[in-house]
């Protein structure tokens, strides 16, 4: 199989209140992926901040994809869920054709035949409560990588919280890795049966996830630090 490179964020709770030169932290993350040679970016929910963004905002987020030339999967979090009025309904988005919206026309899935790679994860569609790892497909492809948006069930003392999974369900999907959104410090996540990771906000962590899978080796995991925007 190909070697494949992943980087892997999320949260970057893009508004228009915050914008700046570096454009948030959207700008340090694609360079850092360009940098890092990656074939594909993950962005694992709340990449926008709400649904109220401005259509500009969205424009210059969409310019900024485009001119990345590489493959994004975006997957729709609590703050920017699908449904009537979602970010994600913005022609700009949707006219880019490197950028893939997990839950919007591509579905849950995404194949890249070259890596023999199937992505999955389940937008929130609306927000309500959901379990974002609940009723995985069958894998489509050789190799699988989850992404996934809330929160990892560590004990019955975060029961309360919305949005669950536990360590069994991170297990259960048999993927290479599992891509994690929603809180924002970077951490491992699960029990060590499947690679799973959160990468926290860019805002806090001043990292990204660096994913390499090479042949049938197990997924190599690690920091990097985001680079400077010229």
């Not at 490179?5 to 360009?34: M, N, Q, W, Y």
């Not at 569609?125 to 989850?146: E, H, I, K, N």
């Not at 990892?152 to 029961?159: A, I, V």
Request: hydrophobic share 40%.
């Amino acid at each position: 199989m190909q070697d494949l490179t992943l980087v892997h964020s999320s949260d970057l709770h893009i508004d228009g209140g915050r914008v700046t030169e570096s454009f948030h932290p959207l700008c340090r993350v694609l360079e850092t992926a360009k940098r890092l040679e990656a074939d594909i970016l993950l962005l694992a929910g709340d990449v926008f901040d709400s649904n109220r963004t401005t259509p500009a905002v969205v424009d210059r987020v969409a310019r900024l994809l485009d001119d990345a030339r590489m493959p994004v999967v975006l997957l729709p979090g609590n703050h920017d869920c699908l449904g009537a009025g979602s970010v994600y309904e913005h022609q700009a988005l949707s006219d880019v054709a490197n950028v893939h919206v997990l839950g919007t026309d591509c579905g849950e899935s995404v194949i890249f035949p070259v890596f023999q790679l199937e992505i999955w994860g389940r937008a929130h569609s609306d927000y309500a409560d959901m379990f974002p790892l609940a009723r995985l497909p069958c894998a489509g492809a050789t190799r699988r990588v989850v992404m996934a948006h809330g929160h990892w069930l560590r004990t019955e003392s975060d029961r309360h919280r919305g949005w669950l999974f536990s360590s069994e369900d991170i297990a259960a999907t048999g993927a290479d890795y599992v891509a994690l959104g929603h809180w924002p410090q970077p951490c491992a996540a699960g029990d060590g049966r499947v690679p799973a990771f959160y990468s926290g906000s860019p805002d806090l962590a001043q990292t990204v996830n660096l994913v390499k899978l090479t042949g049938s080796a197990p997924a190599s995991v690690r920091r990097v630090p985001l680079w400077p925007v010229d």
